[in-house]
């Protein structure tokens, strides 16, 4: 439904596409819905930015629920890197440690989906904070 509205905006400003955009337009990406559901709830608890809200019982827990429903949801790892980037700030966690752990999450979802610019400003954030 929403790749179809995208395709109809497009066509009517008159929206000139390469290739390779239509085809990421009309590529369809189905996710577990119980994953999903775990991966906005991961992201609300990241939101918090609380010690409690990026911790297991937050968005830690839904991001592994999400992977664990759905291991091909590179938007679950990049909840999971973008937590682990953060937690130092929040929490008793050595920043190497949880830059490591960081950076496996964000280069996992970009071995699912090279297109996805969470994962790569993730992995920029904690490469330039080493």
Not at 100 to 109: D, I, S, Y
């Amino acid at each position: 439904m929403l790749r179809e509205l995208a395709s109809l905006i497009a066509g009517e400003i008159r929206l000139n596409l390469s290739t390779e955009q239509q085809k990421r337009l009309t590529s369809a990406v189905s996710v577990n819905p119980e994953a999903y559901e775990h991966y906005l709830r991961g992201r609300y608890f990241w939101n918090r930015r609380t010690q409690d809200g990026l911790k297991k019982a937050g968005a830690v827990e839904h991001f592994e629920a999400a992977i664990a429903l759905d291991p091909g949801y590179a938007r679950a790892y990049a909840g999971l890197a973008d937590t682990y980037a953060v937690f130092p700030a929040y929490g008793p966690i050595n920043f190497r440690i949880a830059a490591e752990k960081a950076e496996t999450a964000a280069l996992k979802a970009l071995a699912i989906d090279p297109g996805i610019s969470e994962a790569y400003a993730t992995l920029r954030f904690v490469t330039q904070n080493k």
